[in-house]
């Protein structure tokens, strides 16, 4: 148990639709970046927070946001889905923002129906 | 940009040693880094490697040469439960510390 909590762990939509993935770092942790693994793309950086603001960006779609809040836990929102954005997304952490070491949660298993 | 190469699949005997590769080619390196993930688990960091030469931890070690742009991990005595992908990634400078890149994973399957 990395100490990350991730939820919903399953959620199934429809196309079109809007959901909203949660996400807890560890105690302490002031870092927060969240994941896409899919089979044709592997495992994919999104974005990443630190301490409530905004460090990096990868390829992330602008159908997606992503904010964290005084509290540290993020959320990361996907709208306008689309089948192609059926995938594993992971949330990890990490004290400090240029860690190689990222501790990662379990993960939400979106299927876009 | 950044890209990663690694085996695709690895198989090896519970007792044995196995080295997976990895190459890469970034702007801007800071380090490598070896992720473990078993079948719809979260990957688990395994080691880091900024400088060259070797990094051990238990049973697994990691190697770095920046003048060659390329790592491996070495498991040894392979036992079962190491039956998992192992991903390589790389962190970049600047903006991009922090930024994991991975590369597609290797299946590693440890036989009895």
């Known amino acids: 148990d990395s100490g990350v909590t991730q939820t919903p762990k399953h959620l199934i939509t429809a196309t079109g639709q809007r959901v909203t993935l949660r996400c807890s770092p560890r105690?302490?942790?002031?870092?927060v970046y969240w994941y896409q693994q899919s089979l044709d793309q592997g495992l994919q950086f999104l974005i990443q927070y630190y301490n409530g603001e905004e460090r990096a960006k990868g390829n992330i779609l602008e159908r997606f946001s992503a904010q964290q809040f005084p509290d540290l836990h993020s959320e990361l929102n996907l709208s306008s889905l689309e089948l192609g954005d059926s995938a594993l997304y992971f949330c990890a952490s990490s004290v400090v923002a240029s860690a190689q070491e990222q501790y990662f949660g379990p993960g939400t298993r979106l299927t876009v129906t | 940009g950044q890209s990663l190469e690694q085996p695709s699949e690895v198989t090896a005997v519970e007792g044995a040693i196995v080295q997976i590769n990895c190459t890469y080619q970034t702007s801007g390196f800071y380090g490598l880094s070896w992720y473990q993930q078993h079948d719809g688990g979260a990957p688990t960091f395994l080691s880091y490697n900024a400088l060259d030469g070797l990094e051990e931890t238990g049973r697994f070690s990691s190697f770095l040469s920046r003048s060659d742009s390329y790592g491996y991990l070495l498991l040894q005595e392979l036992q079962m439960k190491d039956s998992a992908s192992y991903f390589c990634a790389v962190s970049g400078r600047g903006s991009t510390l922090g930024r994991l890149y991975f590369g597609r994973g290797t299946q590693l399957t440890v036989w009895p």
């Open positions: 105690s302490g942790d002031l870092s």
